[in-house]
Protein backbone atom coordinates (compact mmCIF):
# COMPACT_ATOMS: atom_id res chain seq x y z
CA UNK A 1 0.00 0.00 0.00
CA UNK A 2 1.19 3.41 -1.23
CA UNK A 3 2.11 5.70 1.60
CA UNK A 4 2.58 8.64 -0.82
CA UNK A 5 -0.40 10.74 -1.91
CA UNK A 6 0.32 14.04 -4.22
CA UNK A 7 3.89 13.97 -3.46
CA UNK A 8 3.89 13.61 0.50
CA UNK A 9 4.85 10.67 1.65
CA UNK A 10 2.71 9.82 4.88
CA UNK A 11 4.24 9.65 8.51
CA UNK A 12 3.12 7.39 10.70
CA UNK A 13 4.72 9.23 14.18
CA UNK A 14 2.05 12.04 12.75
CA UNK A 15 -0.72 9.86 12.01
CA UNK A 16 -0.96 11.14 8.88
CA UNK A 17 -4.53 9.51 6.59
CA UNK A 18 -4.99 12.00 3.68
CA UNK A 19 -8.46 12.66 3.06
CA UNK A 20 -9.21 12.04 -1.11
CA UNK A 21 -12.67 10.92 -2.02
CA UNK A 22 -14.60 14.15 -3.51
CA UNK A 23 -17.87 12.88 -2.92
CA UNK A 24 -16.65 12.66 1.04
CA UNK A 25 -14.96 15.98 0.90
CA UNK A 26 -18.26 17.97 -0.57
CA UNK A 27 -20.42 16.18 2.53
CA UNK A 28 -17.85 17.06 5.22
CA UNK A 29 -17.26 21.23 3.73
CA UNK A 30 -21.09 20.99 3.34
CA UNK A 31 -21.75 20.09 6.74
CA UNK A 32 -19.11 22.75 8.36
CA UNK A 33 -20.86 25.03 6.00
CA UNK A 34 -18.12 27.66 6.23
CA UNK A 35 -19.12 32.10 5.92
CA UNK A 36 -17.58 34.95 5.16
CA UNK A 37 -16.14 36.28 8.41
CA UNK A 38 -15.99 33.74 10.35
CA UNK A 39 -13.20 32.48 13.21
CA UNK A 40 -12.55 29.03 11.31
CA UNK A 41 -9.49 27.24 12.52
CA UNK A 42 -8.75 24.06 10.72
CA UNK A 43 -6.06 21.27 12.95
CA UNK A 44 -4.10 19.52 10.83
CA UNK A 45 -4.65 20.16 7.12
CA UNK A 46 -2.53 17.83 5.81
CA UNK A 47 -2.56 17.93 1.49
CA UNK A 48 -5.53 20.57 2.32
CA UNK A 49 -8.28 18.47 0.98
CA UNK A 50 -10.57 20.34 3.39
CA UNK A 51 -8.87 23.31 3.39
CA UNK A 52 -9.01 24.11 -0.78
CA UNK A 53 -12.82 23.96 -0.16
CA UNK A 54 -13.27 25.82 2.67
CA UNK A 55 -11.35 28.78 0.93
CA UNK A 56 -13.29 29.04 -1.38
CA UNK A 57 -15.84 29.89 0.72
CA UNK A 58 -13.91 32.38 2.82
CA UNK A 59 -11.36 35.26 2.87
CA UNK A 60 -9.12 33.49 5.76
CA UNK A 61 -8.51 30.74 7.77
CA UNK A 62 -6.03 29.64 10.25
CA UNK A 63 -4.38 25.98 9.92
CA UNK A 64 -2.75 24.58 12.82
CA UNK A 65 0.05 21.71 11.59
CA UNK A 66 3.07 20.47 12.92
CA UNK A 67 4.64 18.89 10.40
CA UNK A 68 7.24 21.16 8.80
CA UNK A 69 7.13 20.31 5.20
CA UNK A 70 3.46 20.61 5.33
CA UNK A 71 3.12 24.07 7.18
CA UNK A 72 5.38 24.85 3.88
CA UNK A 73 3.79 23.81 1.07
CA UNK A 74 0.75 25.61 2.36
CA UNK A 75 2.25 28.63 3.21
CA UNK A 76 3.45 28.74 -0.46
CA UNK A 77 0.27 27.49 -1.69
CA UNK A 78 0.04 29.43 -5.07
CA UNK A 79 -3.67 29.76 -4.60
CA UNK A 80 -4.18 29.10 -0.31
CA UNK A 81 -0.96 31.16 0.95
CA UNK A 82 -2.67 34.43 1.10
CA UNK A 83 -5.46 33.19 2.36
CA UNK A 84 -4.42 31.22 5.22
CA UNK A 85 -2.44 31.61 8.58
CA UNK A 86 0.00 29.07 8.93
CA UNK A 87 0.25 27.99 13.06
CA UNK A 88 3.48 25.42 13.06
CA UNK A 89 2.66 23.76 16.17
CA UNK A 90 1.82 20.79 18.12
CA UNK A 91 -2.69 20.79 18.28
CA UNK A 92 -2.09 19.28 21.59
CA UNK A 93 -0.31 22.03 23.41
CA UNK A 94 -1.62 24.90 21.33
CA UNK A 95 -3.47 27.86 22.83
CA UNK A 96 -6.61 27.87 21.09
CA UNK A 97 -7.80 30.77 22.78
CA UNK A 98 -5.08 32.85 21.89
CA UNK A 99 -7.17 32.97 18.71
CA UNK A 100 -10.61 34.26 19.96
CA UNK A 101 -11.18 37.81 18.25
CA UNK A 102 -15.12 37.33 20.34
CA UNK A 103 -16.23 35.13 23.03
CA UNK A 104 -17.50 32.23 21.38
CA UNK A 105 -16.17 32.73 17.81
CA UNK A 106 -14.27 30.17 16.68
CA UNK A 107 -15.25 27.14 14.55
CA UNK A 108 -12.71 24.69 14.51
CA UNK A 109 -12.70 21.46 12.38
CA UNK A 110 -9.91 18.91 11.14
CA UNK A 111 -9.25 15.39 10.16
CA UNK A 112 -7.55 14.43 13.90
CA UNK A 113 -4.68 12.19 13.72
CA UNK A 114 -6.35 9.21 15.29
CA UNK A 115 -3.20 8.11 17.54
CA UNK A 116 -3.68 11.47 19.30
CA UNK A 117 -7.63 12.20 19.05
CA UNK A 118 -8.53 11.40 22.17
CA UNK A 119 -6.26 13.39 24.54
CA UNK A 120 -6.48 16.20 21.66
CA UNK A 121 -10.44 15.99 22.15
CA UNK A 122 -9.96 16.88 26.12
CA UNK A 123 -7.48 19.54 25.25
CA UNK A 124 -10.04 21.42 22.96
CA UNK A 125 -12.70 21.15 25.68
CA UNK A 126 -11.05 23.30 28.17
CA UNK A 127 -12.03 25.76 25.16
CA UNK A 128 -15.40 25.44 24.92
CA UNK A 129 -16.71 28.43 26.07
CA UNK A 130 -14.66 30.38 22.99
CA UNK A 131 -15.98 28.09 20.68
CA UNK A 132 -19.12 28.27 18.99
CA UNK A 133 -19.06 24.54 17.24
CA UNK A 134 -16.38 21.98 16.03
CA UNK A 135 -16.37 19.10 13.37
CA UNK A 136 -14.13 16.73 13.40
CA UNK A 137 -13.02 13.52 11.43
CA UNK A 138 -12.31 10.75 13.67
CA UNK A 139 -12.18 6.84 14.47
CA UNK A 140 -15.79 5.31 14.18
CA UNK A 141 -15.42 4.21 17.69
CA UNK A 142 -14.29 7.45 19.24
CA UNK A 143 -17.56 8.90 18.04
CA UNK A 144 -19.81 6.11 18.78
CA UNK A 145 -18.43 6.87 22.65
CA UNK A 146 -18.77 10.34 22.39
CA UNK A 147 -22.11 9.91 21.44
CA UNK A 148 -22.31 6.82 23.88
CA UNK A 149 -25.43 7.42 26.91
CA UNK A 150 -25.18 5.62 30.38
CA UNK A 151 -26.15 1.74 29.81
CA UNK A 152 -24.56 1.75 26.52
CA UNK A 153 -21.62 -0.39 26.15
CA UNK A 154 -19.44 2.44 24.94
CA UNK A 155 -19.98 4.51 27.49
CA UNK A 156 -16.88 6.31 29.45
CA UNK A 157 -14.58 8.94 30.70
CA UNK A 158 -14.93 10.56 27.12
CA UNK A 159 -18.37 9.87 27.26
CA UNK A 160 -18.94 11.64 29.89
CA UNK A 161 -16.90 14.50 29.65
CA UNK A 162 -17.66 15.18 25.97
CA UNK A 163 -21.82 15.58 26.65
CA UNK A 164 -20.55 17.66 29.95
CA UNK A 165 -19.16 20.32 27.55
CA UNK A 166 -20.75 19.20 24.58
CA UNK A 167 -23.96 17.89 22.02
CA UNK A 168 -22.13 15.43 20.12
CA UNK A 169 -24.11 14.73 16.73
CA UNK A 170 -22.46 12.40 14.20
CA UNK A 171 -22.57 13.60 10.82
CA UNK A 172 -20.91 10.95 7.96
CA UNK A 173 -19.94 7.63 8.25
CA UNK A 174 -16.23 7.76 6.42
CA UNK A 175 -15.21 3.86 4.95
CA UNK A 176 -11.21 3.63 4.84
CA UNK A 177 -11.05 3.27 1.28
CA UNK A 178 -11.73 7.77 1.49
CA UNK A 179 -7.96 8.07 2.56
CA UNK A 180 -4.69 7.49 1.50
CA UNK A 181 -3.03 5.55 2.92
CA UNK A 182 -6.29 4.07 3.84
CA UNK A 183 -6.18 2.99 7.77
CA UNK A 184 -7.06 -0.15 8.93
CA UNK A 185 -10.91 1.24 10.75
CA UNK A 186 -13.77 2.82 9.96
CA UNK A 187 -14.38 6.87 10.39
CA UNK A 188 -16.57 9.31 11.17
CA UNK A 189 -17.44 12.85 10.80
CA UNK A 190 -19.02 14.26 14.03
CA UNK A 191 -20.18 17.74 15.16
CA UNK A 192 -19.64 19.14 18.77
CA UNK A 193 -21.71 21.90 20.12
CA UNK A 194 -20.71 23.37 23.00
CA UNK A 195 -23.84 23.65 25.74
CA UNK A 196 -24.71 27.40 26.25
CA UNK A 197 -24.63 25.88 29.76
CA UNK A 198 -23.38 22.74 31.53
CA UNK A 199 -26.35 20.01 31.60
CA UNK A 200 -25.18 19.16 35.03
CA UNK A 201 -23.96 21.61 38.21
CA UNK A 202 -20.42 20.52 38.91
CA UNK A 203 -18.83 22.69 41.44
CA UNK A 204 -15.12 21.27 40.26
CA UNK A 205 -14.05 20.33 37.01
CA UNK A 206 -11.02 18.56 38.13
CA UNK A 207 -13.24 16.55 40.75
CA UNK A 208 -15.31 15.54 38.03
CA UNK A 209 -12.48 13.99 35.73
CA UNK A 210 -10.87 12.28 38.99
CA UNK A 211 -14.14 10.87 39.80
CA UNK A 212 -14.70 9.64 36.68
CA UNK A 213 -11.09 8.41 35.72
CA UNK A 214 -11.05 6.59 39.00
CA UNK A 215 -14.82 4.86 38.08
CA UNK A 216 -13.86 4.18 34.81
CA UNK A 217 -10.07 2.92 35.69
CA UNK A 218 -12.38 -0.35 37.18
CA UNK A 219 -15.10 -0.02 35.19
CA UNK A 220 -15.96 -3.76 35.93
CA UNK A 221 -15.89 -2.97 39.48
CA UNK A 222 -18.98 -1.14 41.37
CA UNK A 223 -18.73 1.72 42.36
CA UNK A 224 -19.26 0.53 45.97
CA UNK A 225 -15.44 -0.57 45.35
CA UNK A 226 -13.89 1.44 42.24
CA UNK A 227 -15.04 4.88 44.54
CA UNK A 228 -13.94 3.85 48.09
CA UNK A 229 -10.86 5.80 48.36
CA UNK A 230 -13.07 8.48 47.58
CA UNK A 231 -16.24 8.13 49.99
CA UNK A 232 -17.92 5.21 51.82
CA UNK A 233 -20.97 3.09 49.87
CA UNK A 234 -23.00 4.83 53.13
CA UNK A 235 -22.11 8.46 51.49
CA UNK A 236 -23.05 7.49 47.99
CA UNK A 237 -26.48 6.05 48.80
CA UNK A 238 -27.35 9.01 50.79
CA UNK A 239 -26.85 10.73 47.25
CA UNK A 240 -29.35 8.13 46.00
CA UNK A 241 -27.35 6.41 44.05
CA UNK A 242 -27.24 2.34 44.39
CA UNK A 243 -23.32 1.67 45.20
CA UNK A 244 -24.01 -1.45 43.92
CA UNK A 245 -24.35 -0.25 40.09
CA UNK A 246 -20.70 0.19 37.87
CA UNK A 247 -19.59 3.12 36.53
CA UNK A 248 -21.56 2.71 33.35
CA UNK A 249 -24.46 2.88 34.50
CA UNK A 250 -24.31 6.01 36.08
CA UNK A 251 -25.57 9.32 34.11
CA UNK A 252 -23.77 12.70 34.01
CA UNK A 253 -25.87 13.88 36.44
CA UNK A 254 -25.11 11.45 38.68
CA UNK A 255 -21.51 11.78 38.07
CA UNK A 256 -21.69 15.33 38.94
CA UNK A 257 -23.28 14.61 42.18
CA UNK A 258 -20.44 12.36 43.40
CA UNK A 259 -17.96 14.78 41.96
CA UNK A 260 -19.75 17.74 43.70
CA UNK A 261 -19.87 15.52 47.57
CA UNK A 262 -16.41 14.34 47.28
CA UNK A 263 -15.07 18.37 46.63
CA UNK A 264 -17.37 19.39 49.39
CA UNK A 265 -15.33 16.18 51.70
CA UNK A 266 -12.00 17.71 50.68
CA UNK A 267 -13.01 21.18 51.06
CA UNK A 268 -14.20 20.54 54.79
CA UNK A 269 -11.13 18.49 55.34
CA UNK A 270 -8.92 21.45 54.27
CA UNK A 271 -11.25 23.93 56.60
CA UNK A 272 -10.84 21.66 59.30
CA UNK A 273 -6.52 21.41 58.87
CA UNK A 274 -6.33 24.93 59.00
CA UNK A 275 -8.65 25.47 62.01
CA UNK A 276 -6.50 22.69 63.74
CA UNK A 277 -3.09 24.62 63.35
Do not use: W
Amino acid sequence: MSQKHLGHTARKRFGQNFLHDQYVIDQIVSAINPKQGENLVEIGPGLGALTDLVAEEVDHLTVVELDRDLAKRLREHPLLGKKLTVIEEDALKFDFASLVKTDGDLRIFGNLPYNISTPLMFHLFSFTKKVKDMHFMLQNEVVKRLCATHGDRLYGRLSVMAQYYCQPIPVVAVPPSAFKPAPKVDSAFVRLIPHAQPPAQVDNIDRLQQVVTVAFNQRRKTIRNSLKELMTHEEIEALGIKPELRAEALSLQQFALLANYVEKKRIDAEIEGKNAK
